[in-house]
Nanobody, 127 residues
Framework: VQLQASGGGLVETGGSLRLSCAAS????????MAWFRQAPGKEREFVAA????????YYSDSVKGRFTISRDNAKNTVYLQMNSLKPEDTAVYYC?????????????????????WGQGTLVTVSS
């Protein structure tokens, strides 16, 4: 399974970006998908996750109400719509796939839960 993240860039505070993660080589429609991020000098942190059919989503408290995760199984793609961006959202964003398909607390926010990772896309929010 290969995951290709894209859509990062430079945006001003309060702006929006939409990240995409395209999957190939596996059965995307059966995977749970997630976004993590890693800011300079910090550990990787969970951002959002979505179950195989889109019926369940989870968000970290820091992005809840501002970010929306969604998926299009026909296009083998998961998205992260990021609104009201803040400088503290600056990070490399990674998509990840969990072949189990179902997401549940508390494991959903653990990187160990995910089997495949994309290469990351940089989001920079200027103040």
């Amino acid at each position: 399974v290969q995951l290709q993240a894209s859509g990062g860039g430079l945006v001003e505070t309060g702006g929006s970006l939409r990240l995409s993660c395209a999957a190939s080589g596996g059965t995307f429609s059966s995977y749970a998908m997630a976004w993590f991020r890693q800011a300079p000098g910090k550990e990787r942190e969970f951002v959002a996750a979505i179950s195989w059919n889109g019926g369940t989503t989870y968000y970290s408290d820091s992005v809840k109400g501002r970010f929306t995760i969604s998926r299009d199984n026909a296009k083998n793609t998961v998205y992260l719509q990021m609104n009201s961006l803040k400088p503290e959202d600056t990070a490399v964003y990674y998509c990840a796939a969990d072949t189990y398909g179902i997401i549940e607390l508390p494991s959903v926010s653990s990187g160990y839960e995910y089997d495949y990772w994309g290469q990351g896309t940089l989001v920079t929010v200027s103040s």
